[in-house]
């Protein structure tokens, strides 16, 4: 069936209310989606000659993004809500999901072109707020609240899209990166967290930190090769 259906399709098309009528004129409904998630074959027959097949159209597709562990578009059954949204569809939530942050961008019963902006807290997925078709809904981490650090020096560049490919950016130029840290954090760890970072031309014994004016040396080959070392610096917020 899926294969028949391919290229069929329209983002209007339902793959979860299909049709399939055979000769003798019986009709059974078929849903791909549980045939492609969970390898159920049963939703995935095989079409014999004769037999009709019909793709209805599509009642609710909302789409889930950010902190959940399997972000997508879904087209949820009756009586399905945001709790089978984030629980079931999505697979759940991430360890660092925020959901004091949530939002929920309404297009449709919107008049504004960019859509209603409807906030929502973690009892919004207890009570299984009710979404419609065309919702956007977005869970932040809670890593985007946490301080950073910026990195700046010989450090891996970000890769350029030229003409469709991507190139790696020059190794032995200057570049600056902003990196999330860890409350209470200590330079030992956080300097191994970023070692995909430095490159070959990256001077590692004579970095230092820059804090409020002050140069701290701080030795990043002894932190890379030395996996007991344990920095006498802690991170803290709006270093460089």
Do not use: H, W
């Amino acid at each position: 069936l899926s294969e028949i259906i391919s290229g069929c399709t329209t983002e209007y098309s339902s793959t979860r209310n299909i049709v399939v009528t055979n000769v003798e004129g019986e009709s059974k409904t078929y849903d791909l989606f549980k045939a492609k998630r969970f390898g159920d074959m049963e939703n995935n027959p095989y079409i014999r000659a004769g037999e009709t097949v019909t793709i209805n159209r599509i009642s609710r597709k909302v789409t889930i993004s950010g902190s959940v562990e399997r972000p997508g578009t879904y087209e949820l059954l009756e009586g399905e809500n945001l709790k089978t949204l984030v629980t079931y569809y999505a697979n759940g939530l991430t360890d660092l999901a925020d959901t004091t942050r949530m939002t929920l961008t309404r297009i449709n019963e919107s008049e504004s072109k960019s859509g209603n902006k409807i906030y929502l807290d973690t009892e919004a997925i207890e009570k299984d707020t009710k979404v419609i078709n065309g919702d956007v809904i977005s869970i932040p981490s809670r890593e985007s609240l946490m301080p950073y650090v910026l990195v700046e020096g010989v450090i891996q560049g970000p890769e350029a899209n030229v003409e469709g490919e991507k190139t790696e950016a020059p190794k032995n130029q200057t570049y600056k990166k902003s990196v999330r840290f860890f409350e209470g954090e200590n330079y030992a760890s956080f300097v191994r967290r970023i070692e995909g970072l430095f490159t070959e031309n990256s001077d590692l014994k004579n970095a230092y930190v820059e804090r409020e004016g002050n140069k701290l040396p701080i030795d990043l080959e002894q932190i890379m090769y030395d996996g007991s070392f344990i920095s006498p610096l802690d991170v803290v917020a709006n270093d460089k």
